[in-house]
């Protein structure tokens, strides 16, 4: 059973990745990961904050560091994103929303006076023992990814 608090066990998927083939929780056992929800492909915030993890890729590479995002946006659609603005993080696609629900960041929104069903921007680090470290709800993209990055190398230094 999924435990979405700090010190739980995440629930495991297994999505369409962009470029083809599969993405799983499973396939990143052992290794420290970076689980990071987003709206749509090609929001102005969804860009931001894919281009702030691609550039901070090697350095998260650098300490064993997965990072994977995820939307309900399509496989084609994550393939064309990521080649228009030079993402090189993986990209999952939740189309049935079923992650994301298993996640809890599939919420009620509003936005001038309309309430719609939508993914609220939400970041988990899972330690390499599968275990959530640190969650980030509510994501404002400035800045987020260096925070992520640095609580990244304090978990290595806890190891």
């Known amino acids: 059973m999924a435990d979405l608090t700090e010190g739980g066990i995440p629930p495991d998927f297994e999505l369409p990745k962009a470029g083809g083939g599969t993405g799983s929780l499973a396939e990143h056992a052992g290794r420290p990961l970076v689980l990071y929800f987003f709206c749509k492909d090609g929001g102005d915030a969804c860009v931001n904050e894919a281009k702030d993890f691609s550039r901070l890729k090697r350095e998260f590479d650098g300490i064993g560091v997965d990072v994977v995002g995820i939307s309900p946006d399509g496989a084609k659609s994550k393939e064309r994103f990521r080649a228009k603005h030079d993402v090189t993080v993986d990209l999952l696609s939740d189309e049935t929303r079923q992650t994301a629900e298993d996640y809890g960041v599939w919420k009620e929104k509003s936005m001038y006076g309309r309430t719609y069903m939508g ?17 980030w709800p509510k994501v404002r993209v400035a800045g987020h990814a260096e925070e992520v990055l640095d609580a990244a190398r304090a978990l290595g230094r806890a190891e």
Do not use: H, M, S
Not at 119 to 135: C, M
């Open 119 to 135: 993914v609220e921007r939400t970041t988990f680090l899972i330690d390499p023992e599968g275990r959530i470290a640190r969650i």
